[in-house]
């Protein structure tokens, strides 16, 4: 068996050449974009991409965790794909922090308009919201928030290289078991309080500072958690089609589509019923965030989400053989990871430059944090072997049919 994964030189240079298209649209945008407009569009550029794939990356961690608690065994033999995923955390929370931080502390009024002082003040509902929406409390709250996420993803990490030098006794089964749970619980609370409510909020709802919505974060949830799952496929994929983790098959691919199916269709749950109950009320203070959107120029984008993130995931993986296909899940895992990111881009855009515009400088920026992610996962992999021997659970994964 393959256990140890090599590097493809060729994979190595597709990384290197995506991050060099990220690098040169980033150096395009700083010399090509002038004015209030341009600049507006640079730092919602690097917002959108650096909060969707951060979030993205995230869900690995979330899929440990989740299935560690329910006590899963299916994932384990694959389980080194989402844990090297994971370890891009840290990475990409810290560019993110630093683009947060850069439009916080250099006054990007046009980013977040509470950044202004005295409009906060002229301002009745800014004014009200405050308390909350402040530089210090958006700091600090980044600096907690990415800080749990990382320390989490790479304990995690550590812990399962840690069980391979473990033996294999009854005892030492157990104490994998409940140290693995006692940790993963303590990333899902955190999981659930930051991601699950107040990270969206912060970093996204608060562009559009005027307006809220209770369902806002479970949105964000939704389309970054089965964007996650998409990524996994990929990496699964890749992997096996390169002779690796041979006890991973069409069973576990299949499980994995089926998350993708299942949460595609809750993110269309979230889509109308946050858009449905706002169209209902009528309210000018919830509305002004769909009047661009669904009557404005953003109209398009906006419904074109629906087509690739419901419509399209619905009818392609309802067959059951298509999702126990490698091909096929390359394909919808691809039209899922853009799909979204168009989502997210749909959630920034119109409330920082307002119009619409051929997104070559988002997806360019997508393109080099793509070729980050790739980077960081491939590098991971090589560092321990790709099926954690020693889990207790291994075997139930090994036999594992759906």
């Known amino acids: 068996m393959k256990d140890q994964f090599v590097v493809p030189a060729r994979l190595k240079r597709t990384s290197f050449v995506l991050m060099g298209v990220g690098l040169l649209t980033l150096l395009i945008g700083i010399f090509a974009f002038h004015g209030e407009h341009g600049s507006t569009r640079f730092w919602a550029g690097l917002l959108q991409n650096s909060t969707f794939f951060l979030l993205v990356v995230l869900a690995s961690a979330f899929f440990i965790g989740a299935t560690t608690l329910a006590h899963g065994g299916w994932q384990i033999g694959f389980r080194r794909v989402p ?10 929370g810290g560019i993110l922090f630093v683009i947060l931080m850069l439009i916080a502390f250099t006054g990007k009024e046009n980013i977040y308009h509470w950044l202004n002082a005295e409009h906060v003040k002229h301002d009745e509902i800014l004014s009200w919201k405050s308390a909350f929406l402040n530089k210090g409390m958006f700091t600090a709250f980044s600096v907690v928030t990415i800080g749990a996420w990382s320390f989490f993803a790479v304990k995690l990490r550590k812990m ?14 157990r104490r ?9 619980g303590g990333f899902i609370v ?7 409510s107040t990270t969206p909020w912060f970093w996204l709802m608060s562009i559009d500072a005027h307006w809220y919505s209770t369902m806002y974060s479970w949105y964000t949830f939704a389309s970054s958690w089965v964007s996650g799952i998409a990524l996994i496929i990929l990496f699964l994929v890749h992997l096996k089609r390169n002779g690796y983790l041979p006890m991973v098959n069409e069973e576990h691919l299949h499980d994995l589509g089926k998350f993708a199916f299942a949460f595609s269709i809750f993110w269309t749950y979230l889509w109308f019923s ?16 769909f009047k661009p959107r ?10 074109l989400n629906l087509l690739i993130n419901f419509i399209t995931p619905l009818l392609y993986l309802m067959k059951r053989d298509t999702k126990r296909n490698y091909s096929s899940m390359v394909f919808i895992s691809v039209v899922i990871l853009v799909g979204h990111w168009l989502d997210f881009w749909q959630m920034v855009g ?14 360019g920026l997508g393109l080099g944090f793509v070729g ?12 321990a072997p790709l099926v954690p021997k020693n889990h207790p659970y291994l075997k139930e994964s090994i036999v594992h049919h759906t």
Not at 83 to 92: R, T
Not at 161 to 173: F, K, N, R
Not at 274 to 289: G, R
Not at 372 to 383: A, E, F, G, N, S
């Open 274 to 289: 946050q858009y449905m109950l706002i169209w209902y009320a009528n309210m000018p203070e919830e509305i002004v965030y």
């Open 350 to 363: 119109p409330g920082t430059y307002k119009h619409l515009v051929f997104p070559w400088y988002e997806f």
């Open 190 to 196: 955190v999981y659930a309080l930051t991601v699950g």
């Open 83 to 92: 844990e090297a995923i994971s370890m891009a955390v840290p990475v990409l």
């Open 294 to 303: 669904v009557w404005g120029e953003w109209r398009p984008i906006f419904f």
């Open 176 to 184: 994998i078991v409940w140290r693995n749970t006692v940790w993963c």
């Open 372 to 383: 980050v992610i790739i980077y960081v996962v491939i590098h991971q992999l090589t560092k």
């Open 160 to 173: 399962s290289i840690e069980e391979d030098g473990w033996d294999l006794s009854a005892a030492t089964g």
